[in-house]
């Protein structure tokens, strides 16, 4: 089983939709949780981090479940812009010095 | 600032060939990174310092050396290039006690 696991999609979604994204990890002992977001041929860059009571920034809200063991990523009113790769990455074995990524769920949004 | 930069942006390998990847930041961050993508992969820890004069193994470190020999500075060596190196090799960095991790653009290798 791979550490971090995500749905490949792709998630095809008209504009104005909402979509969610889930992430399962496997190792219990990992404390930090982030999304990043990779456009086609870019680096990934830093969508937010996920903290345990669950944050919100703008149309984007993540949230932790540590009972289960994954963290979500909510996309409210989709916007044809937020057609990228999305990434979930966990820190490892406890600590911060490694990141384990999953590999990505592709949004695309449709007019 | 610039952030984490990355040299050279492509490159041509010939199987044997030996080339290194120059990573920097100037975010005056401690640790530094280097991961390999592939497609369906996702991303892989080639190798990692968490300061300068320091490196450990990732989950993928076989056919390729690095060096820190500058804090702002994380060296990827590939001594003798094969096809099943051809990849993305994105560089990144975090400061210390922070997890989130930032990237340079990435190098897109390619080994014939």
Request: glycine share 10%.
């Amino acid at each position: 089983r791979k550490e971090v696991e995500q749905d490949p999609g792709p998630f095809n979604v008209p504009e104005g939709a909402t979509v969610a994204f889930n992430c399962t990890y496997s190792n219990s002992a990992s404390q930090s949780f982030f999304w990043y977001r990779q456009d086609c041929r870019k680096e990934p860059k830093l969508l937010m981090s996920v903290y345990s009571s669950g944050n919100e920034d703008g149309r984007f809200t993540a949230q932790l479940n540590r009972a289960s063991q994954y963290i979500s990523l909510l996309i409210r009113d989709s916007k044809l812009s937020d057609s990228a790769t999305y990434l979930c990455a966990v820190t490892s074995l406890g600590g911060y010095n490694k990141l384990i990524f999953g590999a990505g769920t592709r949004l695309a949004v449709h007019p | 600032n610039a952030g984490v930069t990355q040299t050279p942006k492509f490159r041509v390998l010939k199987t044997g060939q030996s080339m290194t990847l120059l990573c920097a930041q100037d975010m005056n961050h401690e640790y530094m990174y280097w991961y390999r993508q592939d497609p369906g992969m996702g991303l892989r820890l080639i190798h990692y310092s968490v300061g300068e004069g320091t490196t450990a193994k990732g989950e993928v470190p076989d056919g390729y050396n690095v060096s820190r020999l500058k804090k702002q500075n994380f060296l990827l060596g590939l001594e003798s290039a094969a096809p099943s190196q051809t990849s993305v090799y994105f560089c990144a960095s975090r400061q210390q006690g922070k997890g989130e991790q930032y990237f340079g653009p990435g190098t897109r290798l390619t080994v014939t």
